[in-house]
């Protein structure tokens, strides 16, 4: 861990990002997505090394505070990750934390494009909680997620009711 420390190559950073969860300890996790953050590696997706999605899941539901946000930028910038982890993102809507609650909102469409909860389970979640919201900018965010949820969802509604449909449409002369 002291080479994760102390080394300002990205490159090896993210080397060693990759060795560490050979590990397999997510304690480990925290202090390594903080290097990350550090050289600012978790707001570039391209750069962003591999993680090991149960490891991540593991942190996610063990880690507080700053290192929790942390944790959920690295599902954020690679959103295939939410199918592994969203169970545990999905306890931290309840977080004290606004700032862990806004970021969890955020991924609630990532994980309903990759299968890891159904557009309605999605929507029900957000709306539950929605009503017990108290933060201004976090029910805003709510909203926001809210909404882009049920736009997605509508488009695949559509085909299924123009299937269902066995009359033909009326022609105008």
Do not use: C
């Amino acid at each position: 861990m002291a080479f994760v420390r102390e080394t300002t190559d990205k490159r090896a950073l993210a080397a060693a990002a990759v060795e560490v969860q050979n590990l397999q300890k997510p304690e480990l996790l925290g202090e390594v997505i903080a290097r990350l953050d550090e050289l600012e590696l978790l707001s570039d997706p391209k750069r962003l090394p591999w993680f090991n999605g149960r490891l991540l899941s593991e942190h996610i539901k063990k880690a507080e505070g700053i290192e929790v946000v942390r944790a959920l930028r690295v599902v954020w910038a690679r959103p295939s990750l939410t199918r592994t982890t969203f169970k545990a993102v999905q306890e931290t809507l309840a977080s004290a934390d606004p700032a862990v609650r806004r970021m969890a909102a955020r991924l609630v469409p990532d994980a309903v494009k990759h299968a890891a909860l159904e557009a309605a389970e999605g929507e029900k979640t957000l709306s539950a909680r929605l009503e017990v919201e108290t933060d201004p900018a976090v029910k805003g965010e709510l909203e926001a997620v809210l909404g882009e949820v049920r736009r997605n969802r509508q488009p695949a509604e559509v085909p299924a009711l123009v299937e269902a449909s066995p009359e033909p449409a009326p022609v105008t002369p």
